[in-house]
Nanobody, 129 residues
Framework: EVQLVESGGGSVEAGGSLKLSCEAS????????MAWFRQAPGKEREGVAT????????YYNTFVRGRFAIARDNAKNILYLQMNNLQPNDTATYYC??????????????????????WGQGTQVTVSS
């Protein structure tokens, strides 16, 4: 069974940092697009950052560029999201996602939730002012 399990969420003050982890089991993503999404109450799920496991290529949405960093430990099959200088509008449930399709880079469809077949259960991030 393919599973993604997120951890590392919590509550911080504005300007603080958190590091999220997404551990994959049941499948080793060697040439796949993986992503972090987030969803705040009453809002649509939005893409935060993506990572192509074949090359290590990354994309960041404009609202996190320069503050967040996505990375992966290939040996452990864990995807990370380092979040620095967190702001109250970063408050959301953060989800890890993976596209089973191999040899297709993240590309133009990288922030479409429907592209991804596997999702974690989410981890809550709360930032207070």
């Amino acid at each position: 069974e393919v599973q993604l399990v997120e951890s590392g969420g919590g509550s911080v003050e504005a300007g603080g940092s958190l590091k999220l982890s997404c551990e994959a089991s049941g499948y080793h993503y060697r040439h796949n697009c993986m992503a972090w999404f987030r969803q705040a109450p009453g809002k649509e799920r939005e893409g935060v950052a993506t990572y192509y496991t074949g090359s290590g290529g990354t994309y960041y949405n404009t609202f996190v560029r320069g503050r967040f960093a996505i990375a992966r430990d290939n040996a452990k099959n864990i995807l990370y999201l380092q979040m620095n200088n967190l702001q109250p509008n970063d408050t959301a449930t953060y989800y890890c996602a993976a596209d089973w399709t191999e040899w297709v880079e993240c590309g133009a469809r990288r922030y479409l939730p429907s592209r991804y077949q596997s999702w974690g259960q989410g981890t809550q991030v709360t930032v207070s002012s």
